[in-house]
């Protein structure tokens, strides 16, 4: 079985090994496991750009979505598989190949205290103004990102608003033309 990234194909979980236990299912070398009718591959930080490269190379030329989430609150069960320990943050990308007309989604663990992933605007330049936005609301960096700026808030915000520890309620709202203290 390959653990190689770049590998186009899917390799199966029928294999075993010593101990009868089927391998998991691997594809660009990621675990893998399915949601909403597409295949999630779940890459370590440090496979997350040969992904993208592989994913591109095999004809998944749209970058559509990347955004992240906060699990700090979150006291459900997490779908991840097995080998993959969940972390505060997730990266989550989606792909498409028109040639195949196929989508697929990559889930990368982020620990809040190194919350850095690489940039994937070297593969996907359109993925730039993404990037930013999830720094800008999260904090996340994106190493080698060409200009790792805030995009939604102004220059001199201090926090990142959709985080789950980010204080709400700070900012008093005025409407115009509304009446003075009752």
């Known amino acids: 079985m390959s653990d190689e990234v770049g590998s186009d194909t899917t390799e199966e979980a029928s294999e075993s090994d010593d101990d009868g236990v089927p391998e998991p ?9 399915s949601g909403l009718d597409m295949a999630v591959l779940h890459p370590e930080r440090d496979q997350w750009l040969p992904t993208m490269g592989a994913l591109f190379s095999d004809g998944f030329d749209m970058c559509i979505d990347l955004t992240a989430v906060d699990y700090l609150t979150y006291d459900g069960q997490r779908r991840l598989p097995a ?12 792909f498409l190949c028109f040639e195949r007309r196929e989508r697929i ?35 996340i960096e994106f ?3 060409p200009d790792l700026s805030r995009i939604l808030m102004p220059e001199s915000w201090i926090g990142h608003p959709l985080r789950k ?15 003075g203290p009752r």
Do not use: M, N, W
């Open 83 to 94: 080998g993959i320990e969940p972390e505060r943050f997730e990266v989550v990308a989606s």
């Open 143 to 145: 190493a080698d990102h």
């Open 25 to 33: 299912e691997r594809r660009y070398g990621c675990l893998v496991s």
């Open 165 to 179: 520890d980010y204080a709400t309620g700070a900012i008093p709202v005025q409407f115009k033309g509304a009446p």
């Open 105 to 139: 989604r990559t889930k990368v663990q982020v620990p809040a205290d190194d919350a850095v992933v690489a940039s994937a605007t070297s593969v996907y330049p359109g993925a730039d103004f993404l990037e930013r936005e999830v720094f800008d609301l999260f904090g």
